[in-house]
Antibody, heavy 116, light 108 residues
Framework: QVQLVQSGAEVKRPGASVKVSCKTSGYLFTDYQIHWVRQAPGQGLEWMGWINTNSGDTKFSQTFRGRVTMTRDPSISTAYMELSRVRSDDTAVYYC?????????WGLGTLVTVSS | EIVLTQSPGTLSLSPGDRATLSCRASQSVSSSFLAWYQQKPGQAPRLLIYGASNRATDIPDRFSGSGSGTDFTLTISRLEPEDFAVYYCQQYGGSLYTFGQGTKLEIK
């Protein structure tokens, strides 16, 4: 079955970078974009951006432009999201999701905690 | 950027009731690019409706979506206990995506 398996929880100091992985299985990796969505504690969903898993092209929300990098490795069907210069308000669960117009399959999420 | 505003923020109903959730866009959204998700505590969101009115795989027919332009609605015809959750609308336009702030459907 289709699965997106994310890397484990992270704790980071303010100013550091964090990189989250999303390993996919059960479908052809390059057939779908991978999106990243985050959710701060008790808050709603916030779309961060997406990567074209075929070309590597990316598109980011204005909120994250300049701080986020999205990459992929088709040889292992895995996408990555790296957020730099993290702050306390970046504490959130970060989800990867498969999709184009809509997000039909989601990973379980990766909790990133930013604390000094 | 298109802003989606959901109402009400919280909806208190009983099992068996009919639920009507609203999603209003700051500018016109193509119906093809409007979706609804359900999220339960501690879980990832689940796609319910795509293209404004099409149920996703394995979604019960008590869930229905409607609307066009700037006004969209998610209706749950008869609430089951497992339907109490948070619901988000989402749109796609110009390679950018946004979510509404969510409606919490709670048991009265």
């Amino acid at each position: 079955q289709v699965q997106l398996v994310q890397s484990g929880a992270e704790v980071k100091r303010p100013g550091a970078s964090v990189k989250v992985s999303c390993k996919t299985s059960g479908y052809l990796f390059t057939d779908y974009q991978i999106h990243w969505v985050r959710q701060a504690p008790g808050q709603g969903l916030e779309w961060m951006g997406w990567i074209n898993t075929n070309s590597g092209d990316t598109k980011f929300s204005q909120t994250f432009r300049g701080r986020v990098t999205m990459t992929r490795d088709p040889s292992i069907s895995t996408a990555y999201m790296e957020l730099s210069r993290v702050r306390s308000d970046d504490t959130a669960v970060y989800y990867c999701a498969r999709g184009a117009v809509v997000f039909d399959i989601w990973g379980l999420g990766t909790l990133v905690t930013v604390s000094s | 950027e298109i802003v989606l505003t959901q109402s009400p923020g919280t909806l208190s109903l009983s099992p068996g009731d009919r639920a009507t959730l609203s999603c209003r866009a700051s500018q016109s959204v193509s119906s093809s690019f409007l979706a609804w998700y359900q999220q339960k505590p501690g879980q990832a969101p689940r796609l319910l409706i795509y293209g404004a009115s099409n149920r996703a795989t394995d979604i019960p027919d008590r869930f229905s979506g409607s609307g066009s332009g700037t006004d969209f609605t998610l209706t749950i015809s008869r609430l089951e206990p497992e339907d109490f959750a948070v619901y988000y609308c989402q749109q796609y336009g110009g390679s950018l995506y946004t979510f509404g702030q969510g409606t919490k459907l709670e048991i009265k």
